[in-house]
């Protein structure tokens, strides 16, 4: 079946009937600025747009110091300052807690504390491990890490990257905007995928003006 044609005039005339009010761009703007804890740029957007944030900006503050304390790999550091705005994250979260402690498990190994390291890992991830199977299997993968001295380079040495840290440091934001009442994820990204499915969807059926590169967001015609 032959798939319908649709010319970049009659796409860019339906699109000019879809109406999008200003207000509700704004408010997906300030969305992200807030969840992702841009604070001076949340300020700057409010007092520009009058677009006024659902969220004490205070509270982002306090948020993005657990998340960059994290990152820079002082997880202690993280976990005081998570447990001084809502003790009960990490109480109600032992997934997220069992992580956390991961992290520092490998903060230990990246820094060449073998003893130490493994004396935390008996003593504060084992027990977890024997209750929790996925727990087990993440720790053996943690300790193995000890096994090999070019742990950069071993089959698990993606825990030692950077991404590992930002990857637990998302988790932990999330929990916090969960506490707090707030979407764990901004909706910009989703509504971004939502537009990648809806063109693959479309794809099968018509040939129109797509958007190809998501960054520029810019019409390509269609190939005829």
Known sequence: MSKKVITREEWERKL????????????????????????DAAEKFWIESGTRPDIDLATITDRMAVKKALQSGNVEDAIEKV???????????????????????IELIRSGNVEEALEFAQEELAP???????????????????????????????????????????????AILTSQSHEKDPKLPTLLKMLI???NQ?????????????????????AV
């Open 16 to 39: 000019k009937d879809v109406k999008i009010s200003k207000k509700d761009m704004n408010k997906l703007v300030m969305n992200f600025l807030v969840t992702e804890g841009y604070v």
């Open 83 to 105: 447990n001084d705005l809502n003790p009960t994250i990490l109480d109600t979260n032992p997934q997220l807690y069992f992580h956390l402690q991961q992290q520092r498990l």
């Open 128 to 174: 977890r491990g024997e209750e929790n199977q996925k727990f087990l299997e993440e720790l053996e993968r943690t300790v193995a890490l000890l096994a090999f001295d070019d742990v950069k380079n071993c089959p698990y040495g993606e825990l030692l990257d950077v991404s590992q840290r930002l990857k637990t440091a998302s988790e932990l934001n999330a």
């Open 197 to 199: 499915w809806a063109q």
């Open 202 to 222: 479309l794809d099968e059926k018509a040939v129109y003006p797509r958007i190809n590169d998501i960054t520029a967001a810019v019409l390509e015609d269609p």
